[in-house]
Protein backbone atom coordinates (compact mmCIF):
# COMPACT_ATOMS: atom_id res chain seq x y z
CA UNK A 1 0.00 0.00 0.00
CA UNK A 2 0.95 3.58 -0.84
CA UNK A 3 1.81 6.02 1.51
CA UNK A 4 -0.11 9.65 1.91
CA UNK A 5 2.04 11.96 1.03
CA UNK A 6 2.57 14.56 3.93
CA UNK A 7 1.10 17.69 2.92
CA UNK A 8 -0.60 20.75 5.43
CA UNK A 9 -4.30 20.43 6.61
CA UNK A 10 -5.73 22.67 3.73
CA UNK A 11 -3.65 21.57 1.16
CA UNK A 12 -4.33 18.67 -1.43
CA UNK A 13 -6.30 15.48 -0.19
CA UNK A 14 -5.26 11.84 -2.66
CA UNK A 15 -7.88 9.59 -3.84
CA UNK A 16 -7.09 6.30 -4.20
CA UNK A 17 -5.95 6.26 -7.51
CA UNK A 18 -3.34 8.46 -5.66
CA UNK A 19 -4.25 11.81 -8.00
CA UNK A 20 -5.12 14.91 -5.64
CA UNK A 21 -8.72 16.17 -5.30
CA UNK A 22 -9.48 19.42 -6.28
CA UNK A 23 -10.41 21.14 -3.20
CA UNK A 24 -7.73 24.15 -3.51
CA UNK A 25 -10.86 26.72 -4.45
CA UNK A 26 -12.34 25.79 -0.84
CA UNK A 27 -8.88 25.86 0.79
CA UNK A 28 -8.62 29.62 -0.92
CA UNK A 29 -12.32 30.51 0.53
CA UNK A 30 -10.87 29.30 3.81
CA UNK A 31 -7.69 31.74 3.92
CA UNK A 32 -9.80 34.53 2.45
CA UNK A 33 -12.22 34.46 5.55
CA UNK A 34 -9.35 33.56 7.67
CA UNK A 35 -7.54 36.82 6.75
CA UNK A 36 -11.19 38.96 7.06
CA UNK A 37 -11.28 37.27 10.83
CA UNK A 38 -7.96 39.20 11.69
CA UNK A 39 -9.31 42.59 11.21
CA UNK A 40 -9.72 43.97 14.53
CA UNK A 41 -13.11 46.05 14.97
CA UNK A 42 -10.58 49.12 15.52
CA UNK A 43 -9.54 49.07 12.32
CA UNK A 44 -13.14 49.10 10.62
CA UNK A 45 -14.01 51.76 12.63
CA UNK A 46 -11.09 53.87 11.70
CA UNK A 47 -12.25 52.77 8.06
CA UNK A 48 -15.71 54.08 8.75
CA UNK A 49 -14.70 57.14 9.36
CA UNK A 50 -12.10 58.14 7.28
CA UNK A 51 -15.35 57.63 4.87
CA UNK A 52 -17.34 60.14 7.17
CA UNK A 53 -15.34 62.45 6.74
CA UNK A 54 -15.80 63.37 3.12
CA UNK A 55 -19.79 62.69 3.17
CA UNK A 56 -19.80 65.83 6.31
CA UNK A 57 -18.02 68.19 4.21
CA UNK A 58 -20.23 67.53 1.13
CA UNK A 59 -23.39 67.86 3.55
CA UNK A 60 -21.72 71.21 5.22
CA UNK A 61 -21.17 72.55 2.09
CA UNK A 62 -24.79 72.15 0.43
CA UNK A 63 -26.07 73.14 3.78
CA UNK A 64 -23.88 76.22 3.42
CA UNK A 65 -24.63 77.05 -0.19
CA UNK A 66 -28.44 76.63 0.53
CA UNK A 67 -28.17 79.45 3.63
CA UNK A 68 -26.35 81.37 1.22
CA UNK A 69 -29.18 81.14 -1.61
CA UNK A 70 -31.62 81.89 1.02
CA UNK A 71 -30.32 84.88 2.23
CA UNK A 72 -29.89 86.43 -1.14
CA UNK A 73 -33.32 85.87 -2.32
CA UNK A 74 -34.47 87.33 1.57
CA UNK A 75 -32.37 90.36 1.19
CA UNK A 76 -33.18 90.95 -3.00
CA UNK A 77 -37.25 90.57 -1.29
CA UNK A 78 -35.99 93.21 1.35
CA UNK A 79 -34.48 95.68 -1.24
CA UNK A 80 -37.48 95.15 -4.03
CA UNK A 81 -39.85 95.90 -1.19
CA UNK A 82 -38.05 98.54 -0.22
CA UNK A 83 -38.18 100.64 -3.38
CA UNK A 84 -41.14 99.96 -4.33
CA UNK A 85 -42.38 102.02 -0.78
CA UNK A 86 -40.24 104.31 -1.64
CA UNK A 87 -41.11 105.02 -5.37
CA UNK A 88 -45.33 104.86 -4.58
CA UNK A 89 -44.63 107.11 -1.69
CA UNK A 90 -43.11 109.84 -4.19
CA UNK A 91 -45.91 109.11 -6.95
CA UNK A 92 -48.73 109.18 -4.19
CA UNK A 93 -47.33 112.51 -3.33
CA UNK A 94 -47.56 113.88 -6.42
CA UNK A 95 -50.99 112.70 -6.83
CA UNK A 96 -52.16 114.27 -3.64
CA UNK A 97 -50.17 117.68 -4.88
CA UNK A 98 -52.35 117.21 -8.11
CA UNK A 99 -48.79 117.35 -10.00
CA UNK A 100 -49.28 113.62 -11.51
CA UNK A 101 -49.19 113.22 -15.36
CA UNK A 102 -50.43 109.64 -16.94
CA UNK A 103 -46.86 108.25 -16.62
CA UNK A 104 -47.22 108.90 -12.67
CA UNK A 105 -50.93 107.37 -12.63
CA UNK A 106 -49.53 104.38 -14.82
CA UNK A 107 -46.61 103.49 -12.69
CA UNK A 108 -48.57 103.87 -9.31
CA UNK A 109 -50.82 101.71 -10.73
CA UNK A 110 -48.59 99.35 -11.60
CA UNK A 111 -46.76 99.18 -7.96
CA UNK A 112 -50.08 98.79 -6.42
CA UNK A 113 -50.60 95.61 -9.01
CA UNK A 114 -47.19 94.16 -7.36
CA UNK A 115 -48.36 94.90 -3.75
CA UNK A 116 -51.59 93.45 -4.38
CA UNK A 117 -53.70 96.13 -3.53
CA UNK A 118 -55.82 96.02 -6.74
CA UNK A 119 -58.75 98.07 -5.65
CA UNK A 120 -56.44 101.05 -5.64
CA UNK A 121 -54.50 100.03 -8.61
CA UNK A 122 -57.64 100.51 -10.95
CA UNK A 123 -58.32 103.39 -9.79
CA UNK A 124 -54.85 104.99 -10.99
CA UNK A 125 -54.85 103.01 -13.79
CA UNK A 126 -58.08 104.42 -14.76
CA UNK A 127 -56.89 107.94 -14.31
CA UNK A 128 -53.82 107.35 -16.56
CA UNK A 129 -56.26 105.66 -19.43
CA UNK A 130 -58.25 108.98 -18.90
CA UNK A 131 -55.37 111.32 -18.87
CA UNK A 132 -53.08 109.62 -21.82
CA UNK A 133 -51.48 111.99 -24.10
CA UNK A 134 -48.39 109.20 -24.95
CA UNK A 135 -48.03 106.74 -28.02
CA UNK A 136 -51.35 104.51 -28.74
CA UNK A 137 -49.65 101.05 -28.32
CA UNK A 138 -48.25 102.31 -24.87
CA UNK A 139 -51.80 103.13 -23.31
CA UNK A 140 -51.98 99.15 -24.47
CA UNK A 141 -49.84 98.50 -21.76
CA UNK A 142 -52.32 101.00 -19.35
CA UNK A 143 -54.93 98.45 -20.71
CA UNK A 144 -53.20 95.20 -20.06
CA UNK A 145 -52.37 96.19 -16.60
CA UNK A 146 -56.10 97.58 -16.36
CA UNK A 147 -57.17 94.16 -17.41
CA UNK A 148 -54.58 92.87 -14.96
CA UNK A 149 -56.54 94.17 -11.96
CA UNK A 150 -59.68 93.70 -12.77
CA UNK A 151 -59.38 90.04 -13.17
CA UNK A 152 -57.69 89.42 -9.75
CA UNK A 153 -61.02 91.28 -8.55
CA UNK A 154 -63.03 88.83 -10.66
CA UNK A 155 -64.50 91.22 -12.92
CA UNK A 156 -64.25 89.08 -15.95
CA UNK A 157 -65.99 90.93 -18.06
CA UNK A 158 -64.43 94.47 -17.49
CA UNK A 159 -60.72 92.16 -17.75
CA UNK A 160 -61.81 91.52 -21.14
CA UNK A 161 -63.06 94.16 -22.30
CA UNK A 162 -59.34 96.01 -20.78
CA UNK A 163 -57.10 93.08 -22.95
CA UNK A 164 -59.33 93.48 -25.80
CA UNK A 165 -58.57 97.15 -25.87
CA UNK A 166 -54.28 96.60 -25.43
CA UNK A 167 -54.40 94.10 -28.35
CA UNK A 168 -56.81 96.59 -30.78
CA UNK A 169 -53.98 99.02 -29.81
CA UNK A 170 -51.03 96.79 -30.09
CA UNK A 171 -52.07 93.85 -32.18
CA UNK A 172 -48.45 92.26 -31.73
CA UNK A 173 -49.23 92.27 -27.58
CA UNK A 174 -48.44 88.91 -27.37
CA UNK A 175 -48.96 89.37 -23.23
CA UNK A 176 -52.18 91.00 -23.92
CA UNK A 177 -53.44 87.81 -26.12
CA UNK A 178 -52.43 85.05 -23.23
CA UNK A 179 -54.13 87.24 -20.26
CA UNK A 180 -57.02 87.46 -23.09
CA UNK A 181 -57.12 83.55 -23.50
CA UNK A 182 -56.69 83.11 -19.41
CA UNK A 183 -59.46 85.22 -18.28
CA UNK A 184 -61.71 83.54 -21.57
CA UNK A 185 -60.47 80.22 -19.73
CA UNK A 186 -61.72 81.15 -16.22
CA UNK A 187 -65.83 82.05 -17.61
CA UNK A 188 -65.39 78.19 -19.42
CA UNK A 189 -65.59 80.46 -22.85
CA UNK A 190 -62.77 77.81 -24.46
CA UNK A 191 -63.70 79.13 -28.30
CA UNK A 192 -62.60 82.92 -27.69
CA UNK A 193 -59.54 81.64 -25.27
CA UNK A 194 -58.43 78.87 -27.72
CA UNK A 195 -58.83 82.03 -31.01
CA UNK A 196 -56.58 84.65 -28.14
CA UNK A 197 -53.69 81.86 -27.94
CA UNK A 198 -53.61 81.17 -31.70
CA UNK A 199 -53.04 84.76 -32.23
CA UNK A 200 -50.71 84.99 -29.43
CA UNK A 201 -48.24 81.88 -31.38
CA UNK A 202 -49.32 84.18 -34.48
CA UNK A 203 -46.58 86.89 -33.31
CA UNK A 204 -44.36 84.75 -31.44
CA UNK A 205 -44.72 80.79 -32.99
CA UNK A 206 -42.11 79.89 -29.71
CA UNK A 207 -44.48 81.20 -26.76
CA UNK A 208 -44.50 78.56 -24.12
CA UNK A 209 -47.74 79.66 -22.75
CA UNK A 210 -49.77 80.39 -25.28
CA UNK A 211 -48.31 76.45 -27.09
CA UNK A 212 -48.82 74.78 -24.06
CA UNK A 213 -52.79 76.55 -23.13
CA UNK A 214 -53.76 76.10 -27.37
CA UNK A 215 -52.37 72.64 -27.22
CA UNK A 216 -54.62 71.69 -23.89
CA UNK A 217 -57.75 73.22 -25.86
CA UNK A 218 -57.12 72.10 -29.28
CA UNK A 219 -59.24 68.63 -28.46
CA UNK A 220 -62.53 70.38 -26.37
CA UNK A 221 -62.64 73.15 -29.12
CA UNK A 222 -63.06 70.93 -31.77
CA UNK A 223 -64.97 68.28 -30.17
CA UNK A 224 -67.28 71.33 -29.80
CA UNK A 225 -67.49 72.56 -33.46
CA UNK A 226 -68.44 68.78 -34.29
Aim: with cysteine; proline share 4%.
Amino acid sequence: MRDTPAGPTLGATYGASGQPCKRRRTAHKCCSTSVLATIQPTQVADLAEGLEAPVQLVYLVTLLGFLVVGAYLVVRQVLIRRELEEAAKTLGDRVRQKDATCEDYFELGVILLRKKLFTQATKNLEKAKKTWNGEPDELAQVYNALGFAYFNMERNELAQAAYRQAVDLQPGYVTAWNNLGDACEKVKDFENAYKAYKEALAYAPDNKVAQSRADALKNRVSSSRA
